[in-house]
Structure formats: C-alpha cells, structure tokens
DNA sequence: GGATGTGAAGTAGTTCACAGCC
DNA sequence: GGCTGTGAACTACTTCACATCC
C-alpha cells in the first residue's frame, strides 16, 4: 500500500467518482484551446448542479477565480494531483479474451499513471500470442510485481485467480467478472459489471424515474439531462 | 418511455444498485441447491452491512421469516420483478469493435430480458460479418426500434451516434464511450467508464483509504473485505 | 458585474436498537 | 433462540443563499 499523503483533505466517495469526469471536460476545452470554464459550464457538461462542482473543486483547495471561474489547465493539474496521476503504477491483466484484449488496446483505458506491466492467460493458444506489445504469459508462472490485476476471466475461475493475485503480493484488484470474491482484510477491491449498469437503466425505464423525474447521477449512474452544447 | 408500474414503492438508487448482486448472490446458492440465506451472509457475500440488507429487501415487501431468513427462490424472484425482468426488451449495439464483441459474447451482458435486435458498424470491414449471430448492419441505414442503445464508438464518434440513436427512437442509452453525451430532455444516459474505476482505485491506494479505513461500496464502489466462504 | 467558496439548511442513506414473529 | 422489519438517531451528501473577492 502505498504512503498517505495529505495534500487535500479527505474527499468523499462521490466527489472521487466526479473528478475524472470533471477532468476529462477539461481536457475536452483544452483540446479547443479554450482556457477558462465556470462551475456552471462544468456542471452542465458533467451532468451536476454548478454548486456540487465548487463544492468538489473546493475540495482540492481554492484555485478558483471569483468572478472569473477556473483556468482550464490548473483545473486539469490540480484534479491530476488530487487522484494521484502524477504517480506511475503497474497494471496485470488476466484473462486474454475479448474483453482483455479490448481493455488493453483502448486508449482509454491505461491512462493516467497506469502502466501495463504483463499479460495472462490460462489458454495454451493465447499463451505467447502478442497483445499490446506484450508477448502473453502462462497464470500459471510467475506474476510480475504490480498495484492492480485486472480480473477478465469468467465468473467460475475470478475466485482462483484473486487469491494466486494476492498470493502474488497484487493487493488492489479490478474485477470485471460477475462474481463477488472473498478477499483478506488489506486488499481492495472494486468491481465493474456491465449487466448491472443494464438493469439500472431498465428498472428507471420501467418505473419512470431517472432523468425524468430529476433523478441525477450517483457515482456515474443516470445523469441529468444536458441541453448545453460546448461552444 | 414504458408504463410505470408502483408495485414496490420507489427504490433508492444505492437500493437500486445493490440489487442485482444479491440477486447474483441468490443464484450462486440455488446453484448450490441450498434454499435459505439470511440478511447477514448476503452482506457479507455482497460487502454491505446486514441492516442495509434488510432495509433494502423490505423495500420490495415482507418476504423473510424471522428466525430464518429469506427463501432463495423467492428472494431471487422478489428482485426479478422489481428490477423488471419479466419484461423483454430490445438492445442495439452501435460499433462491433473489440468491446461490442466483446460485450455482446459475453455471458453476463444480455441476461434478464435484454435481447440483442441488432449490431451496427460504420466500418466497411465489419459491416456483413456475423457476430453473435447478428449480421453487422451499416450505421448509415435504418436503425431497428429497441428500448436501450449501447454505444461501444471512440469518444470522438459517440455525440454523433447518441444523436442518430435518438432520432431513431431510442431514448436510453448506455455509453461506454468517455464521452458526456448531450441529449435532450427525455432520454436516460448511464456511463460506463474503465479508467474512472481505475483512477478511484488508485485514489483509494495512494490514501490509504477504502477497504482499510472502514470505507464501503457505493453503488459498486470499493467493496468491504469479505471473510466470509461460502459454504 | 460576476463567479467562487462556504456556513447553514435540507435531504438522502445508513446504522442502531429493539419490538415482533417464527 | 434467532432473525426480520422498522422507528429513531446518526451520518453523509447536496442545495440554498450570500458574503467575498477579482
């Protein structure tokens, strides 16, 4: 686990999940040269009320300008410094399928720090294959040191493959099969599933709630309808 | 937009997220051929307190027995209908790249009344092939009427897709693109976003905190550590 | 003037603690 | 005895409203 730092003051759980989001709008204006964005600009855009952003953003420490909103590029770099992106870290990959292979070949997937140290697979036909410029290697060998294994593997063999990760001294996992894993006190684990961001969808349709009625989005769920187009 | 239906009174959205795991957890014991499971082994298994477990199945009426907990079969059954499983509905999947294939072989997408109507590509390479039983059909043509579009694009392409989806019809979108849609009032966009997990992962890792500090799942987030085995 | 940053108020979600029932 | 279901207390998050500063 690495060292604690203090830099900001603890940010709550929701405001974590906003900044990326925050982030990725100020790399949008960037990219357009743009170089100032108010609370109000970045709420319509990310989906939230202006006042949930200058809350968030306050967090990182007053970097605002009254009267003129934030400058695009202390924005970008303060929320960096916040999520610890200036920090490199090393990602392994298990599970070489169409979702491995999709990971690890999007461009938005390893970003921010995130460094792809090594891939695995139990498969004798994957093993050795190339993928993202990394020749694939056998699970059942030894594990490259790493921060995050990324779990890709079907729901029946995620438990296994968690406890040869932590065995491994990978103590931070990224499961993307539909199975919850029992783990050891110190070891994170967070969990993404395609089906239940389905059902979420599903069951605001069928009950007709969601946007419609207000409903906003908590830690990337529904978000609020978003009429403001970007100059 | 489908008919509301107030069978269960109106659930919290953290309520909401939770309930497919325990539907997941459900479904691991029937499989085991076990019948019975109380508030406490689900929180352990689902990494929530057994108080948020009952508060949250009693939202969908009394089905427990005290003293021994909930009927497996009913619970799963219980979830099913106020998640609206019982209906179907139709998916379109918009870019058959390696996620769109991979999303639609998966075991885990289309489950729970989602039916895949139809696959799109703008590539010319892709549009013709077979996947997942599909024919990919060209984006530029007619869109198939479905209740949910998923887009599965670059960034760059998703606005522009979201707004074709739109006009055709389809008014809840799942977006796997990082990219903030702009959509007019009326219809549903849920994010799914890889690298904003990754980044709240590393958060937590480079603080110290999460699963160490107590912290807990919101709406998927960091699970607590689960001792737990089942038996 | 105009937008930030923040006390204070309001709302939503979780946890406690226990009555109620099997 | 044991576990559900729930009022009451508590905690967390959001929104209001406005003083503050450019």
């Known amino acids: 686990m690495a060292t604690p730092r203090l830099r900001t003051r603890r940010l709550s759980e929701p405001t974590i999940a ?99 140290a090594a891939l695995y697979d139990v498969d004798a036909a994957v093993v050795g294959t190339r993928v993202a410029d990394h020749v694939v290697l056998p699970f059942d060998g030894p594990i490259a040191r790493a921060t995050v294994g990324v779990i890709c593997v079907p729901a029946l063999d995620a438990q296994m493959v968690a406890e040869r990760l932590i065995e491994a001294d990978v103590h931070a996992l990224l499961n993307f099969a539909p199975q919850v894993l029992t783990v050891p006190i110190g070891t994170a684990v967070h969990y993404v599933d395609f089906s239940i961001q389905l059902q979420i969808l599903m069951y605001h349709l069928n009950n007709g709630t969601g946007p419609l009625g207000g409903g906003l989005l908590h830690s990337l769920g529904i978000a609020t309808p978003n009429q403001l187009r970007v100059p």
Chains 1, 2 share one sequence.
């Open 18 to 116: 906003r900044l990326p989001v925050y982030q990725r709008i100020a790399e949008g204006w960037a990219l357009r040269g743009l170089n100032r964005i108010d609370s109000q600009q970045i709420g319509e855009l990310a989906g939230v009320t202006a006042t949930t952003v200058r809350r968030d953003l306050a967090g990182l420490g007053s970097f605002g300008t009254r009267g003129a909103g934030y400058e695009v590029r202390v924005l970008h770099e303060r929320i960096g410094e916040a999520l610890g992106h200036d920090r490199e870290y090393d990602v392994v990959v298990v599970g070489v399928g169409n979702l491995g292979r999709a990971l690890v070949n999007s461009s938005n997937f390893l970003i921010r720090g995130a460094r792809l």
